[in-house]
């Protein structure tokens, strides 16, 4: 069974930090692109970052590029997506994805108070 299991969002003040986990089973996780999503409420899902399955090329929105910084180890399948500087306006429920395979985890809740 495939799942892509999201964790450690949770609520930040502006300026804060945090770290996204995502956790792959079930599937070959180094094959494809991999990366993150996010769905603020109102609005349309929206790319945040994505990494090559190697690990070397890696890929920003404009709006996080220099506070976010997305990694992944493919020995233990997962991926991450360290935030930094956080601000109100990245407040949403992220996703990790799978852009191969087109698999998406349930998603995470990161709130961050002004």
């Known amino acids: 069974q495939v799942q892509l299991v999201e964790s450690g969002g949770g609520l930040v003040q502006a300026g804060g930090s945090l770290r996204l986990s995502c956790a792959a089973s079930g599937y070959t996780f180094s094959n494809y692109r991999i990366g993150w999503s996010r769905q603020a409420p109102g609005k349309e899902r929206e790319f945040v970052a994505s990494i090559s399955r190697s690990g070397g090329t890696t890929s920003y929105a404009d709006s996080v590029k220099g506070r976010f910084s997305i990694s992944r180890d493919n020995a233990g399948n997962t991926v991450y997506l360290q935030m930094n500087g956080l601000k109100p306006e990245d407040t949403a429920v992220y996703y990790c994805?799978?852009?191969?395979?087109?698999?998406w985890g349930q998603g995470t809740q990161v709130t961050v108070s002004s």
């Open positions: 994805v799978d852009y191969g395979y087109d698999y």
